[in-house]
């Protein structure tokens, strides 16, 4: 069956735009997580989804930053007023339920550079 | 603060080397570890470790966790060049929250 699917694959941006990354998850899947990984780092967490509600965004660096899946399927995470720093390459996973009972499946990433 | 360690950071061995990755992990309630294979972006499942003490095999690749010292091992027997990748640690914390180390970068040679 079809995995994870994020898009686009790649985005160039310059300093100050909005961008918006999208994320597909496995049908049926209830919880959804978004993470961002930098050059020699592990996935490092931004936000989690139970369904359509945002359950722990604690991982959020600043209120630049936000997400949405307002169908409980797919979900954007929302960049305003990008900045260098924010550049990495952001990971979508989805699990059938948010316990510690079931393992993540990870897309293929959307890697992100801000100029 | 809930952290994830792993060691080597990164290691260089030969086809047929059999190799040994660590994880240590300090988290406020544990549920769970998990060892992930990153070779372009993203991360494959190999193995999920709830019991301390019991070995996952998976051909050549096997993993026990070790609930009394906080760790877990990844081994892998006769590398190849195709095992080469980051190998990414996990721990869940709670319910839901997943916390990654910064992984062991593996290169096999030829």
């Known amino acids: 069956g079809a995995g994870v699917s994020q898009t686009p694959s790649n985005k160039v941006t310059e300093k100050g735009k909005y961008v918006e990354l999208r994320c597909d998850p496995i049908s049926g899947h209830t919880a959804l997580y978004w993470y961002r990984q930098s050059l020699g780092q592990g996935p490092e967490f931004l936000i989690y989804?139970?369904?359509?509600?945002?359950?722990?965004d604690s991982g959020l660096p600043n209120d630049r930053f936000f997400a949405v899946r307002p169908e409980g399927s797919v979900s954007t995470l929302k960049i305003q007023r990008t900045e260098r720093g924010d550049s990495a390459v952001y990971l979508c996973?989805?699990?059938?339920?948010?316990?510690?009972?079931?393992?993540?499946?990870f897309g293929p990433g959307t890697r992100l550079t801000v100029t | 603060e809930d952290k994830v360690v792993q060691s080597p950071l990164s290691l260089v061995v030969h086809e047929g080397d059999t190799v040994t990755l660590n994880c240590s992990y300090e988290?406020?309630?544990?549920?769970?570890l998990l060892w992930y294979k990153q070779e372009k972006k993203a991360p494959t499942f190999l193995f999920m470790l709830t019991s301390s003490g019991i070995e996952k095999k998976s051909g050549r690749l096997s993993s026990i966790l070790d609930k009394k010292e906080l760790s877990s091992i990844l081994n892998i027997t006769a590398t190849q060049t195709g095992d080469s990748a980051i190998y990414l640690c996990a721990v869940i914390s709670g319910t839901y929250k997943y916390i990654f180390g910064t992984g062991t970068r593996l290169k096999v040679l030829a």
């Open positions: 996973a989805s699990s059938l339920a948010g316990t510690s009972g079931y393992e993540q499946y």
């Open positions: 989804f139970q369904g359509t509600g945002a359950a722990d």
């Open positions: 988290v406020t309630n544990f549920r769970s």
